[in-house]
Every structure is written in structure tokens, then in C-alpha cells.
């Protein structure tokens, strides 16, 4: 039962059902932190990744990716692209899973918001400003600046410096609350295909009162930027061997 593929699964699964969860609480109607935020979200959305990190090792994945950026991302530094296709199948469908559990936490807010643009943006991004070459510009750069600087955190360099053991996912939840505040004003910083694509998956598959459109004519931006972002910040890896 404890497998690579059962740890990406349940650490994806928490990471959503938490950081959904912040978006859920900060914009439904009649929730108790109803309008604490772009602080609150970001610090939210962090925390969400440091316990996605350590659940996806505890329940057996040590590379507890979570993100088919950086999945792609570890895949172009090594050469090694079999974990690729599993680890991304566990990662969309534990984020489908963790945006459903979502819908049920918060079931009686749902008829209570009218706002159908504030109930997709539980489950997806969307950008504030609407431009698709720049919006997918702006998800490259936050996936790139995730991946080469998660690739920083456990490089060689810093590891002579002390070890970053168990304090790993604490600096790679602290690296997104950093992105989020600093970058993620443009798109959302979705940052993470399947933190985008499962639950948009949810949104639309779910008997969500008054949910109004999933909009999936935006929907390769926060899949194929990221994808881009890794990609590229995996291949800068390799050459700098870090």
C-alpha cells in the first residue's frame, strides 16, 4: 500500500484539500475567515505544501514532487522520465479527490455565494488580467523560480553547508508562501498543473449550486505554462550540475 504512487496521490490530496481549502474560507459566504486575504491564502497555500510534503513521504514517496512541473522538471535534470507518466496520474487524481473533499467541508456555503467567479477560483486559477501570452509567461517564470530553487535547497552546495533533512519541507512550504506574495498577483501562481487541472476537473463534474462556467478556454495556461517553467528550470539544473 505505501508506494511512490500512493505517496504522490495522498501527498497531492492533502495539498489541495488545504490549499483549496484557504481559497474556500477566505471567499464563500458565511465562512469565519470570509475576506482575511491575499496573506492569509499565500500562508495557507504554503502550509498546504509543507503537509502535502511530508504526507507524500510518509506514505511512500521520499521525492514527494506533487507537481508534474517538477516531476518533468527532476525528469530533464536526470534523463530519467519513468516516474513521469505514474507520478502524474497520482497527482491529477489526488487533486481531483482533494478539491471533491473541499466541495463536501464547505457543502452549506455554496448556495450561500452568489458570486459564481469566486466559487471556480476555489477550485482554479484565473488571471487578473486577461492577456494569454503574458499570463503564460507569468507561469513559467513562478514554476521556474519553484523548481531551480527546490533543486537549490537540496543541492549539493547547500547540503555542504548543513543538512537540510527534515527541515526540507518547511523551506520548500516557505519558497511557495514566497512565490505566491511575490508572483502570484498576475495568475494565481497555480505553479503546478494538477493543482489546477483536478479540481477545475471537480468544479465541472460537481453538482456545485450556481457554479457558473469552469473555464476551460484558460485552462492550458496553469497545465502547459508550468510544464514549460520546469522544463526549462530542470534543463539550467543539469548544465549548472547542481
Excluded at 491529477?92 to 473541499?102: D, I, K, N, R, Y
Aim: net charge positive; with cysteine; hydrophobic share 50%.
Amino acid at each position: 500500500m505505501v508506494t511512490p504512487w500512493f505517496g504522490e496521490f495522498m501527498g497531492t490530496l492533502v495539498l489541495i484539500l488545504l490549499g483549496d481549502g484557504v481559497v474556500a474560507g477566505v471567499l464563500l459566504k458565511k465562512s469565519k475567515a470570509e475576506n482575511s486575504g491575499w496573506i492569509v491564502i499565500t500562508a495557507g497555500w504554503a502550509f498546504a505544501v509543507m503537509c502535502g510534503v511530508f504526507t507524500a513521504i510518509a506514505c511512500g514517496s521520499p521525492a514527494a514532487h506533487l507537481n508534474p512541473a517538477v516531476t518533468l522538471g527532476m525528469a530533464v535534470r536526470s534523463g530519467d522520465y519513468s516516474l513521469v507518466l505514474p507520478f502524474v496520474s497520482a497527482q491529477v487524481l489526488g487533486a481531483l479527490v482533494g478539491a471533491t473533499l473541499v466541495w463536501l467541508h464547505y457543502l452549506p456555503h455554496w448556495r450561500e455565494s452568489p458570486d459564481s467567479a469566486a466559487k471556480l477560483a476555489v477550485f482554479s486559477t484565473g488571471p487578473a488580467i486577461r492577456n494569454y501570452p503574458l499570463n503564460f509567461l507569468s507561469e513559467i517564470i513562478g514554476t521556474f523560480v519553484l523548481v531551480f530553487v527546490v533543486s537549490a535547497i537540496f543541492s549539493k552546495a547547500v547540503g555542504a553547508v548543513g543538512p537540510v533533512g527534515a527541515l526540507g519541507p518547511f523551506l520548500v512550504g516557505s519558497l511557495v508562501w514566497g512565490i505566491g506574495l511575490s508572483l502570484g498577483g498576475t495568475t494565481g501562481y497555480a505553479i503546478n498543473p494538477a493543482r489546477d487541472l483536478g479540481p477545475r476537473i471537480a468544479h465541472t463534474l460537481l453538482p456545485i449550486t450556481g457554479k457558473g462556467s469552469s473555464d476551460w478556454p484558460y485552462a492550458p495556461i496553469p497545465v502547459f505554462g508550468p510544464l514549460v517553467g520546469g522544463a526549462l528550470a530542470g534543463l539550467l539544473v543539469k548544465i549548472l550540475a547542481f
